[in-house]
């Protein structure tokens, strides 16, 4: 039986359609909050790693002492070749534990906007199952640098980065593709504080808008998991 497991940063940035798949296909998930404290798992005990996202920076370890340890576990995983998948802040995490910045970006980009596939995505796996152009749900402020022999996947036209590949068995997606409308309502209350006139910020009632969106999005998050799931553990 495949195993995953989750490391979520706040209570309303759980999994969502990821779990959805990987349930369907036999998996049992298990979860650490490192928001609340609880332990982290030593490679040995899943195949897969979810790194969620959540609002902290991925160095704001004065303010959040677990994020270093976490960053520890990722680079473990890593190391003991897992699928490690990071999605948000968990892709900025996975990007400083293969030695790149995370800053800021130039904006904020919350809500649906495009993204497009970069030339060379198609080295990867995940890269070929990505169309060329989706509209893809976003909320993040931060964002990171391509890490050294790492393969771009996609940038919109807020931000450069939105994805990388780092051999066959690490993902890394900077924007959200396990949303449902249930999060997105969660989402919006718990970072509302966050939604703010900006050129790339939409509406809660905007984000919400379209319910076609989903389910769109939902099959491109099975895309691309098939094809990273093709990278087979040792």
Known sequence: MLRA????????????NLAVWLRARGARLSTT?????????APEAFDWLLVMGGAMNADA?????????????????IAARKHVLGVCLGSQLIARVLGAKVT?????????FPIERVEGAQASGAGRALPARAEVFHWHGDTFALPEGAIQLARS????????AYGDRVLAL???PEMTA???RAFAEGGADELVP???IQTREAMLADATRFARLETLLARVLEAFAEGKPD
């Open 5 to 16: 497991h989750v490391l979520e940063h706040a209570p309303f940035e759980g999994p969502a």
């Open 33 to 41: 909050r490192v928001w609340a404290g609880d332990p982290l798992p």
């Open 61 to 77: 370890e004065a303010r959040y002492p677990w994020l270093a340890d976490e960053k520890r576990a990722i680079e473990r995983a």
């Open 104 to 112: 800021r970006n130039r904006h904020p980009e919350i809500g649906w």
């Open 157 to 164: 036209a807020a931000c450069e980065q939105q994805g990388f």
């Open 174 to 176: 900077q924007f959200h």
């Open 182 to 184: 249930e999060t997105v």
């Open 198 to 200: 900006g050129p790339w």
